[in-house]
């Protein structure tokens, strides 16, 4: 079993920045790729960023692109947003995605979700 367990999310004004960490834990496995979504209640779960694990590929939804930055730590897998110039309609809950091998059986996990809330 795997477990993703985020942090980093908070109450920031307009303009500010925030930074989200994702850690992967668990028995032996490997990561293929990590991201992030985000969620507002009442609304479909939405791509965010995502990071190929092997080459770092990186992808961005167009609404956040030059401002959040995704990337990662292989030591510690771990991936990363760096959210900055953020917007209040950025204002949802974040949710780290990773694609993972565990033996033979790959999978998608999800972390528990965090909160960011941009002010305006």
């Known amino acids: 079993q795997v477990q993703l367990v985020e942090s980093g999310g908070g109450l920031v004004q307009a303009g500010g920045s925030l930074r989200l960490s994702c850690a992967a834990s668990?028995?032996?496995?490997?990561?293929?790729?990590m991201g992030w979504f985000r969620q507002a209640p009442g609304k479909e779960r939405e791509f965010v960023a995502a990071?190929?694990?092997?080459?770092?590929?990186?992808y961005y939804a167009d609404s956040v692109k030059g401002r959040f930055t995704i990337s990662r730590d292989n030591a510690k897998n771990t991936v990363y947003l760096q959210m900055n110039r953020l917007k209040p309609e950025d204002t949802d809950v974040y949710y780290c995605?990773?694609?993972?091998?565990?033996?033979?059986?790959?999978?998608?996990?999800w972390g528990q979700g965090t909160q960011v809330t941009v002010s305006s």
């Open positions: 995605n990773a694609h993972i091998r565990v033996g033979v059986d790959q999978d998608d996990y």
């Open positions: 668990g028995r032996t496995f490997t990561i293929y790729a």
């Open positions: 990071i190929s694990w092997s080459g770092g590929s990186t």
